[in-house]
């Protein structure tokens, strides 16, 4: 029962994407007779209504639809990695009839704030001066010292000083199947 209700929203997608599209171009078209001057101040009033209300309803349901896909996502990489324990030969990926999900795991480290005892313990970690660290000059870049936390763990080696505490982020990339 579940796959036709899979197939009929994928359907319905389509049909909407369609329609998305068309309406697009028309909006393409009122635009450039706005920029060729053929359209009165009170219809480019109500092109610019309509373009905000459009871009507002395509802004939330992306919002919605990445919320969604997220929890997805962290919900098929936990099994995943929790059979993955249990069963070595537990495929890594999972293939539906639309889709490919890839679960992956990176570690999520609590990045130290600016004059904290962890703080100077990483910068001594990443050879920074204490008199550099001190000034305050170092800001961090979040998605790379996940990066490097995720591939010291997964090596099986501790996190950096001062990233010592971690926790995963279970999360998949999705693909046409």
Not at 14 to 27: A, E, G, I, T, V
Not at 52 to 60: T, V
């Amino acid at each position: 029962m579940l796959d036709d209700d899979i197939v009929k929203l994928k359907d319905d997608w389509d049909s909407f994407s369609d329609l998305f599209q068309s309406m697009y171009l028309r909006m393409q078209e009122m635009i450039e007779e706005i920029k060729r001057g053929k359209t009165t101040m009170k219809q480019n009033a109500d092109i610019g209504y309509i373009t905000r209300n459009i871009g507002g309803i395509a802004d939330e349901l992306k919002k919605e639809c990445n919320a969604k896909c997220g929890l997805i996502g962290k919900m098929i990489s936990f099994a995943q990695t929790k059979e993955g324990i249990i069963n070595e030969e537990n495929p890594k990926s999972v293939r539906g009839k639309l889709g490919l999900a890839v679960p992956m795991v990176s570690q999520t480290p609590n990045v130290p704030k600016r004059n904290t005892d962890e703080y100077y313990r990483l910068c001594e970690a990443l050879r920074i001066p204490k008199d550099v660290a001190m000034q305050g000059v170092m800001q961090f870049h979040y998605k790379t010292l996940q990066d490097i936390t995720t591939e010291l763990v997964t090596n099986g080696k501790k996190p950096l000083a001062g990233l010592e505490v971690t926790r995963p982020h279970y999360f998949c990339q999705f693909r046409k199947s």
